[in-house]
């Protein structure tokens, strides 16, 4: 390894070991301190006409999305089995319907898919930062973050965008898609238990 003369002051220099990265230089000695070598922001910038959208991206936005259609034709049976099941006259009655309506075919469906679809947000995203990488886009938004997927907050879509943008002056149309089908999961899941609270509601004098 070659070594800088001892009059060469503290600071970081070129790893002889490695000149992809910097090596701190403390007047001395090398240390174990190492750090990349700063990349000017021009050195980010992708070049012009490369693409940015591609059907990985696509998978990743509306992916999570596919359970809805199951939610909103399976909860409801679910929860009017737990009404039905109800039985004021016993304090356990609360605690078995609501076990055995965790333990149902139906929960069980919507548990396991939701675990499923943010496996494959993770595989898409990755697929995706692969692509992007392979076009030419410098440093594109990590794929890692995909595995905010399995959570359901779409962290990588929306950092994938802006980056994106950073690198290419494009590809914002992500995070609006992205913005848009948040409000109306929105408005559709207030709506669905509007209509939910309500039946069950009615239902209620039945048992009181």
């Known amino acids: 390894m070659t070594t800088p003369a001892n009059s060469t002051p503290a ?27 700063y990349t000017p922001a021009a050195a ?70 939701g675990w499923v679809l943010g496996a494959l947000v993770v595989l898409f995203s990755w697929l995706d930062w692969r692509w992007l990488k392979a076009a030419g886009v410098p440093k594109p938004f990590h794929w890692a973050w995909g595995f905010f997927g399995l959570a359901g907050y779409p962290v990588y879509a929306i950092g994938r965008a802006v980056v994106t ?24 899941t207030i709506s669905w238990v509007g209509f939910l609270v309500a039946g069950m509601v009615s239902q209620m004098p039945t048992y009181y």
């Open 44 to 113: 980010l910038k992708a070049p012009e006409g490369t693409r940015v959208y591609n059907v990985w991206i696509w998978l990743v936005v509306f992916v999570p999305y596919l359970t809805l259609p199951f939610l909103g034709a399976l909860l409801p049976g679910i929860f009017a089995g737990f009404m039905t099941g109800l039985d004021p006259s016993d304090p356990d009655s609360a605690t078995r319907v609501q076990l055995q309506m965790m333990t149902s075919p139906a929960f069980i469906l919507l548990s396991v898919s």
């Open 11 to 37: 600071g970081w220099y070129a790893d002889p070991a490695n000149p992809q990265r910097n090596r701190w230089w403390d007047g001395a000695q090398w240390t174990e301190n190492y750090s990349d070598p």
């Open 165 to 188: 943008k950073r690198r290419t002056g494009k590809g914002l149309a992500v995070m609006w898609v992205v913005i848009a089908i948040i409000v109306l999961t929105f408005i559709f």
